[in-house]
Structures are given as C-alpha cells and as structure tokens.
C-alpha cells in the first residue's frame, strides 16, 4: 500500500467558466507540476473530455477518473464519478436525456468546446451546460450508484449550488459516499474530501486529498471512501 | 386569515396536509434558498418556493410556517407530500408564476 494525491474536481476549457487555458493537456501538465498521482475531470453535466484527458494522462503516468459535476432540480451541485469509460458513456446518455437544454449565448458566459488531442474543436455544445437538469438529487444519486458510481456532495459548506445552500441539510436517506469540503472540516456522519475545483491552471491541486491505496484506481478510491481492506483517507490540505 | 382562506381567495390546490388548513398565517416569505428560508422566516407564514424536495417540509416544520405554496404548475413529489401530511403542513400550489402570486398574496394579506 501506498499514499496517493488525488484532486477529484477539475474543469476543463468544455465548461463555460473553465479558462480556455484548460485544456486537457495543460491540466495533465499541471497535475504532474502538482505532484498529483490520481484526478478527476468533473465539468458541469458533461463527460466529453474524460477519454482525452485519461488518455494523455496516461501517458504521464496519472490516473484520470471519469466524472461529472452534476446539477441537480434543485440546483445542488454533485461529483458523479464513474467506474470506467462504458459507464461514463452510460451516464452521458443520461445527462443528455435529462438536460433541460437551456438555450444559450456563448458571448456572454464563454465558449462550451469539445476538442481533440491536437486542439481541434470537435463540437459545441449549444445548450447551457450548468443549467439544472430536470433529474432531482435522488434520480442523480440513484442513477449513479446503477452504474456503479460515486455519489458526492460538492462543496457542501459553500453558499451557493451546495447541498446545505439548497436543501438547508443534508437528507438522510440520500446515499452519501463522500461529501467535498472546501473550508474547516466539522464532525460529519460522511466520509469529507477536498479537491481544488479548479477553473484555471494555477488552481489545480490547490485542495487535495491524500488516499491509501494498493494501485490509484477508482475501485481503491471507493474503497478508501468505506474505509474497507486497510484503504483510507490519511489527510486533507488545510 | 387562515390558510383555507387563501386557498379559497387565491384559487390554490391543496396537494396534502389537509390537517393544517385551519392555521392562522401572519405573514409571507418567499425564497428558493431553504439555507436563506431556515435564518430568516418567520412563524406563522407562508412560504413561497419552486423548490418541490422533501426538505421544504422540515424546515417548514422547524420554523413552524403556516403553508408552503409552490407556484409556475410544478407539483411536489410523493415523499414531500407525504411528509406533509405528517406534519399537518399544506402544501398548496398554482398555475401562477411566482411573481404573480407574490404580488396576489401580498395584497390579500395587507388588506389592499
């Protein structure tokens, strides 16, 4: 076994806040700056740029996890972070089925892009990518543990778009695998985590979470999160 | 004002907690942040909210509310209308936009 650094909430350029310097080649590049061994590419309601990223990223020997940053009916903001890419495909079918498709001006909240390995754009996406999809909280932690995911409450002491934000506390019959934490971590019944949530370069890393694990994989991760075989978190930055 | 008078004046559907029609209102609060709703409102009143979770029925409970309206023609889910019934919270609703019905309820209440 063996400490790994995992950042599991990054942005890419695809998100309409991400700095178009987001790149999934710049964000590897600044993961291996950062020391990081495992991230998680998370853009609102959408999983496009996971292969690429994973795909550079294994060239550099970091592990890059599939997963959304998913707005919920009530606007809460979840990671969703899936087992492998078949899931991650899965689970973009469901993103699109379930868009409220906002219609949007992309010179006002910035350009929505799907690119290539060599910076190509591929596609826009012409809908509002963090608008509220119609799924409420439950449908989005149900269909995530269906494909074998992780459900994760972002940001929960932040005032906005945040579980306690929205819903005042957190329902206790939602099934919680981890809650992300971006200030003093309190007593809590769930497993807490940081990550950066990272919208520029610079930002990647600035939260991570230090995990115990065999092999940085998404299976050790889950396993750390239920404290199971020895895997663990071992610490958050401050 | 009770809360069967404004379902009566407003033309208001009652989705569940029947129980509670009888509840005095002395006031209105309207918010969509139920974080915002816990801090601020009043007992007594009725709150305003496109939220439908089943949450709105706890800190309804919590901070006493007389009613939940929720308006624009969105319906709470079962778990929300159960848990109103409970509570004996009504949860009552409207075609109406929430602007609109502000506006409405304002006026009911402060007799203009």
């Known amino acids: ?238 | 004002m009770k809360v069967t008078d404004i379902v009566q004046k407003l033309d208001l559907q009652v989705f569940s907690g029947h129980e509670g029609l009888g509840r005095e209102i002395t006031g209105g609060y309207s918010s969509d942040l139920l974080s915002n709703v816990m801090g601020n409102a009043d007992a007594g009143t009725v709150w305003i909210t496109i939220q439908t979770h089943r949450n709105i029925i706890a800190i309804a409970a919590l901070k006493e509310l007389a009613a939940v309206i929720i308006p624009s023609d969105e319906k709470p889910g079962d778990d929300t209308v159960s848990q109103s019934d409970v509570e004996g919270i009504p949860v009552l609703g409207t075609c109406m936009p929430a602007f609109e019905l502000n506006g409405k309820l304002y006026d009911l209440l402060s007799g203009s």
């Open chain 1, 1 to 238: 076994m063996k400490t790994y650094r995992a950042d599991l909430h990054i942005h890419t350029l695809l998100s309409p806040c991400g700095s178009l310097e987001m790149s999934p080649a710049a964000v590897i590049a600044m993961a291996l700056e950062r020391e990081l061994d495992i991230i998680a590419v998370s853009d609102h309601n959408t999983t496009l740029h996971c292969a690429l990223t994973a795909s550079i990223g294994a060239e550099h020997g970091i592990i890059v996890l599939n997963a959304a940053e998913v707005t919920s009916a009530e606007e809460v903001h979840c990671l969703v972070l899936l087992p492998d890419r078949e899931a991650a495909a899965l689970f973009q079918e469901w993103l699109d089925n379930n868009s409220s498709n906002v219609p949007y001006d992309p010179e006002i909240f910035g350009y929505q892009v799907v690119i290539d390995r060599e910076e190509n754009i591929l596609q826009e996406i012409d809908h509002f990518l963090p608008a509220a999809l119609t799924a409420s909280i439950d449908q989005i932690e149900a269909e995530a543990h269906r494909l074998g995911g992780l459900f994760i409450p972002a940001h929960i002491d932040r005032p906005s778009f945040s579980i306690t934000s929205q819903l005042g506390f957190i329902p206790e019959d939602l099934y919680i695998d981890a809650v992300e934490v971006t200030g003093k971590i309190q007593e809590l019944l769930y497993p807490a985590i940081r990550n950066s949530d990272a919208h520029h370069p610079e930002q990647i890393g600035r939260r991570y979470t230090t995990y115990l694990l065999d092999s940085p994989s998404f299976s050790e991760i889950a396993m750390a999160l239920k404290g199971e075989s020895g895997r663990t978190i071992i610490s958050v930055t401050p």
